[in-house]
């Protein structure tokens, strides 16, 4: 693969053909951020706070073009792309203001001529790699904490979504960041991951993307004990209980399962509904969802937008073949627009009930704008079958009572829980998982831990 040609899904048509780094060039480039490193992890704080402040005002003076960008290669409706982007360089702002703020300590020592001090350093080359569904967001969630702590940084996007990257890796260096701090480089995953995996002088591998991925990449950085933050798979459950707001329900189950088209790790995969309400809920979600409007995302009246490719295609088709076979209603949806040779692919949004624990589609993630809807009678039933799954990223659930909230939230095993809201990431916040959904969390104070070491010092006066 010499060039990597970029599509934009909701029609086909190549955007850029852009040559892929060579397994040499990519080689330098580590040896480069490994030598920057050196002076970079020298600045203050403060300096590299005031560069990602000047990188966050050139993003924003961009909003319009990346948005743009984001659409055209990822799909996502404009509206959803310039949220993406104001959500990136929220995670920039947080880190600028977070360098300041990566405290040490002083320990009292147990005898009277001792001195303890306690300090954080930067841990040095991280090499990250990120998927396409927000790759603007997906890339400065990791960018901005790495750099904030003094580390120098390397990403990967994915091959389907690269342009938004590289134009945020060219505002970085317009802001002032020296080239080698802050690269990209474009090659397969494959390749990229046998490289950062073997190499020693990167020392921190951030992964955004499948669990499957996730483990291999865990197994192969065994080998030089890498630092390791991994943000993998996710099959978020949301669970309906009786006494819930049905209309808050309703609206705030849309924001979450058909933002990107259902293409986003907390999407929620399954709809856990009290059977007392199913009825009355179904309707009222049918209702809402036959709103939708599904086409190309510079629409600005459209809502739900491609999905990325045909391998992302089949596999919800797949998923819904095999849910009607065994036995699923389709109460809307289950239709599509595509053409292969085109290559586009739009899934209407879909909701099935009478949905049973041994469909695909209640274990595997789906990645697309459909909703299976199963009934419970207990929230015990419904805790247990939310939480039997080997993820344990996102989770929602919807009640008025108090009480029920905290039980229900006490015993979901999710990092991410949603209680009557449907959106709760954001800068400010530890997002990641438990389980197969991952190692580490981005974004909050938590985010800037994983690029930094602790040392401590003993002196004896
Ligand atoms: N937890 C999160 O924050 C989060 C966020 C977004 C997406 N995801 C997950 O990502 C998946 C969807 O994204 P995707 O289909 O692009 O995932 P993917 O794992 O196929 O690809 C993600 C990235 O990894 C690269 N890659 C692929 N194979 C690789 C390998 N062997 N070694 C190194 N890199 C490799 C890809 O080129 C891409 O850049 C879903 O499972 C979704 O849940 C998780
Ligand atoms: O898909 C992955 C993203 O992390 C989802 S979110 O935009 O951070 O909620």
């Not at 020592?109 to 603007?136: C, D, M, Q, S, Y």
């Not at 509904?273 to 009222?284: C, G, L, Q, R, S």
């Not at 959904?437 to 002196?459: A, D, H, N, Q, W």
């Amino acid at each position: 693969m010499t060039n990597c040609i970029v599509k934009n899904p909701a029609t086909g048509a190549v955007l850029a053909e852009i040559p892929i780094d060579s397994v040499e060039a990519i080689k330098v480039k580590i040896a480069e951020g490994a030598e920057a490193f050196k002076s970079w992890k020298k600045t203050s704080a403060h300096e590299r706070a005031a560069l990602l402040m000047a990188w966050s005002a050139l993003i924003k003076k961009n909003r319009q073009q990346l948005g743009e960008l984001i659409t055209a290669e990822n799909g996502k409706p404009i509206k959803e792309a310039l949220g993406e982007v104001d959500y990136a360089v929220s995670y920039i702002d947080w880190y600028a203001e977070e360098a300041k703020r990566m405290y040490g300590r002083t320990i009292p020592a147990h005898v009277p001529n001792k001195r303890i001090i306690v300090t954080r350093e930067a841990i040095g080359l991280v090499g990250a790699i990120t998927p396409w569904n927000f790759p603007a967001a997906m890339m400065t969630r990791k960018a901005a904490p790495a750099l904030a702590a003094g580390c120098t940084f390397i990403v990967k996007p994915a091959e389907e979504t690269p342009l938004t990257t590289i134009r945020l890796i060219e505002l970085a260096h317009e802001a002032g960041f020296p080239t080698a701090v802050v690269q990209s480089i474009l090659a397969d995953g494959p390749t990229v991951g046998e490289i950062f995996t073997s190499s020693p002088e990167v020392r921190k591998i951030t992964f955004t993307g499948s669990t499957p991925v996730g483990k291999w990449l865990m197994e192969r950085s065994a080998q030089s004990v890498k630092h390791m933050t991994m943000e993998l798979g996710g099959h978020a459950p949301i669970i309906i209980a009786e006494d819930a707001d049905l209309d808050l329900a309703v609206e705030q189950t849309v924001i979450a399962k058909f933002r990107n088209a259902g293409q986003t790790c907390v999407s929620p995969n399954r709809l856990l509904v009290h059977a007392n309400i199913a009825d009355t809920f179904v309707e009222k979600l049918t209702k809402r969802v036959d709103l939708l409007r599904v086409g190309n995302g510079m629409d600005n009246h459209n809502e739900v937008g491609p999905i990325i490719n045909k391998k992302g295609f089949d596999k919800i088709v797949n998923q819904l073949n095999d849910a009607v076979e065994k036995g699923a209603k389709v109460v809307i949806g289950n239709e599509f627009d595509f053409d292969e040779g085109a290559d586009y692919y739009f899934v209407q949004p879909t909701i099935l009930t009478d949905v049973t624990a041994d469909m695909k589609m209640m274990q595997e993630e789906t990645f697309g704008p459909v909703i299976p809807i199963v009934t419970f009678t207990s929230i015990d039933e419904a805790i247990d079958v939310a939480n039997n799954t080997p993820y344990g990223l996102a989770a929602y659930f919807f009640t008025e009572s108090y009480k029920m909230g905290n039980y229900i939230a006490e015993g979901l095993h999710f990092g991410i829980l949603g209680w009557n809201d449907g959106a709760p990431s954001g800068a400010h916040v530890p997002f990641g998982g438990m389980k197969e959904s991952g190692i580490g969390r981005e974004g909050g104070s938590e985010g800037i831990e994983p690029y930094l070491e602790t040392k401590y010092l003993s002196m004896t006066i």
